[in-house]
């Protein structure tokens, strides 16, 4: 039964909808030509990941979609189901924009299963009746896992529902969670100093909604609207996951504009107020936005992001999808950061391994069976008697994408300024080490130093359009997107001075 009896025209498929299903089946791209196990569109435009949930066994990915250009456009909801994380199946599109109420597009949000049904809470954008712009209220599309139908009763929360200077026209990207048989929901928002907030409202049947505090507002300078929050218990904190757009650089943080950062804190029931810390970095690369997350059954939390940004958009001339996500991450606290890992899953592609151990490494070195262009492999490079250690990927022809970790200050540097993009985009990033054991501080200025390590674990996960860096046990990431040609596989090792290393290597198959 849908929710409260109310869907809007069962068994009636939108002219919208039914245009966008029949466009992205009779124009979906070969998948050789899209990279192997990260997911993207069969064909168009995808940003943010939505509606990331676990429904009848499978792992369902929603996600921003425009499947008519390469270009952001009126939004839909794309969809694909997965058993492992891994290998992902492509869904019909489950909603489009397709009412008064949501016609300037279907924006990001959630979704979670009542009732046996699995329900989307996402973001319908209208034009203001009363005047200029639009409005950004929440409504609800009912479904058995593939198809997917509106309620009567939308839009369920409007912004009329939230205290006076808050915005209606920025007030967008539900998250939706069941605690104690109450339902809730985070949503972005701004004050009338265009200051960033999330807010946070309840129902007993998620269809009337009463509004319950701000949950966490910008008390400093960290960018304009919060957008695609995600709040959740891990361990004993809780997390708040947010994505401000327009934030300043800090040192070696925040410098992707529109940044996606995360705070550990605890979250006051009596009062439905959260008390994070301080702002902390999610991913140290070019491209990592709006992450989302989800609990599987077996209690793990799984972390994914769009693996792209708002300030780098390129591709190559007459490639017909535009935008990736991430590899899901596991992620769990440790000294009250954020660890991620790539999902254990991962490991059931795995073939083809070599390995290495105690590999002396002065100069330029290549290794016999270390290459490709999906693959994972780990470096774990140890010594005092090296400065600078670099491991070039997806190199050849002159392309090539460089790490390099400057061991006397203890940076990481990430350079694709080689990576076959044809225009100016940002291509390098530098970060401060991190270990799980110690962190040091946040906020280091560029100018500060920290104590050089004897040890650094590099693990790279490679899927031909995209290189992961997981330092140190998912200490810090760095994520990027490359556009280098396939037939560039290599991996070239430069050591200034003398380190010994141990390599591991898996093609994902």
């Known amino acids: 039964m849908d929710i409260n009896g109310k869907m809007a025209g069962k068994n009636v498929v939108s002219e919208a909808l039914a245009a966008s299903r029949k466009y992205e089946t009779q124009n979906e791209i070969d998948k050789n030509e899209r990279p192997l196990f990260h997911v993207t569109p069969p064909v168009g435009w995808m940003n943010d990941p939505n509606g990331f949930s676990v429904y009848n066994g499978k792992v369902h990915l929603f996600y921003q979609y425009h499947p008519y250009s390469t270009e952001w456009g009126p939004m839909h909801w794309g969809h694909q189901v997965s058993d492992d994380l891994i ?65 009567q009763n939308n839009p369920v929360v409007t912004g009329d529902m939230l205290p006076e200077g808050l915005s209606r026209a920025d007030f967008r990207d539900p998250k939706a969670w069941l605690e104690d048989g109450r339902y809730y929901m985070a949503a972005g928002c701004v004050d009338q100093d265009n200051k960033g907030l999330v807010v946070l409202l309840s129902s007993a049947d998620m269809e009337s909604w009463t509004f319950e505090s701000i949950l966490a507002r910008n008390e400093d300078d960290l960018g304009g609207i919060w957008e695609c929050p995600d709040f959740f218990k891990l361990d004993d904190h809780h997390v708040l996951l947010v994505s401000p757009t327009g934030m300043k650089a800090e040192g070696y943080e925040f410098h992707n504009g529109n940044n996606s950062i995360y705070f550990v804190g605890e979250f006051d029931k009596g009062e439905k107020k959260f008390d994070g810390g301080e702002p902390l970095s999610l991913d140290y690369g070019t491209d990592f936005y709006a992450p989302q997350t989800t609990l599987l059954p077996d209690g793990r939390r799984i972390m994914i992001a769009w693996m792209q940004s708002w300030h780098n958009l390129w591709i190559p001339g007459g490639q017909k999808w535009q935008g990736m996500m991430t590899i899901p991450r596991e992620i769990s606290l440790k000294n009250g950061r954020l660890i991620q890992k790539p999902v254990r899953e991962i490991e059931k592609y ?160």
């Not at 699995?118 to 593939?146: C, E, F, R, W």
């Not at 008697?385 to 540097?413: C, P, Q, W």
């Open 350 to 509: 795995h073939a083809n391994m070599v390995r290495y151990s105690d590999e002396v490494v002065s100069g330029r070195r290549s290794l016999e069976g270390i290459s490709g262009r999906s693959l994972d492999v780990t470096f774990v490079i140890t010594g005092n008697k090296y400065s600078r250690f670099t491991v070039n990927l997806a190199k050849g022809s002159g392309y090539y994408t460089r790490f390099i970790y400057d061991r006397e200050n203890n940076i990481i540097e990430m350079d694709r300024t080689f990576a076959g993009f044809e225009k100016d985009v940002v291509c390098i990033r530098r970060a401060c080490v991190k270990s799980a054991e110690c962190y040091g501080d946040v906020k280091e200025k560029v100018d500060e130093q920290q104590e050089a390590q004897d040890s650094i674990k590099l693990r790279f996960i490679l899927d031909r359009n995209s290189i992961e860096l997981f330092v140190n046990d998912g200490a810090m990431t760095m994520s990027t997107a490359i556009y280098t040609p396939i037939e560039a596989d290599g991996i070239e090792l430069l050591c200034e001075g003398q380190a010994v290393v141990d390599v591991e290597k898996y093609d994902i198959i």
């Open 87 to 151: 290998r992902w199946e492509q869904l019909p599109v489950a909603i489009a924009p397709d009412t008064i109420y949501d016609a300037e597009g279907c924006f990001s949000g959630t979704a979670i299963e009542k009732d046996g049904e699995h329900v989307l809470i996402y973001t319908s954008v209208m034009k203001n009746p009363d005047g200029d712009g639009v409005l950004q209220n929440q409504s609800i599309a009912v479904g058995d896992g593939v198809t997917y139908k509106k309620i």
